[in-house]
Nanobody
Framework: QVQLVESGGGLVQPGGSLRLSCTSP????????IGWFRQVPGKEREGVSC??????????DYSDSMKDRFTISRDVAKNTVYLQMNNLKPEDTALYFC?????????????????WGKGTRVTVSS
């Protein structure tokens, strides 16, 4: 059973940066595609970015507005997938989740993943 744990969320001022981490204690993420998703209360969960397994590492970004500011990466040695978020805006305020599956969703609204973390909250406010 893959258990995913997110960390790195918090309160940040507009224009600031955060780096979210996703890891799975005791379980290798190397063979999984890992995606970052976010959800604002009252809205549907949406894809942010996804990276294929460590042998391919191909990245899919789901939003032009986030693609220029957010970067997904994988550190195999640390068994961790990161989401570096720069130039954060108030509209980026959301609960951010990481999820694992054998492949990345094709469409931004496709949240079909096999395993999910509980999320880490990001609040962008002055």
């Amino acid at each position: 059973q893959v258990q995913l744990v997110e960390s790195g969320g918090g309160l940040v001022q507009p224009g600031g940066s955060l780096r979210l981490s996703c890891t799975s204690p005791g379980f290798s993420l190397d063979y999984y595609a890992i995606g970052w998703f976010r959800q604002v209360p009252g809205k549907e969960r949406e894809g942010v970015s996804c990276i294929l397994d460590s042998t391919r590492n191909r990245i899919t970004d789901y939003s032009d507005s986030m693609k220029d500011r957010f970067t997904i990466s994988r550190d195999v040695a640390k068994n961790t997938v990161y989401l570096q978020m720069n130039n954060l805006k108030p509209e980026d305020t959301a609960l951010y989740f990481c999820a694992a599956a054998w492949g990345c969703p094709v469409l931004p609204g496709d949240i079909t993943m096999d395993y999910w973390g509980k999320g880490t909250r990001v609040t962008v406010s002055s």
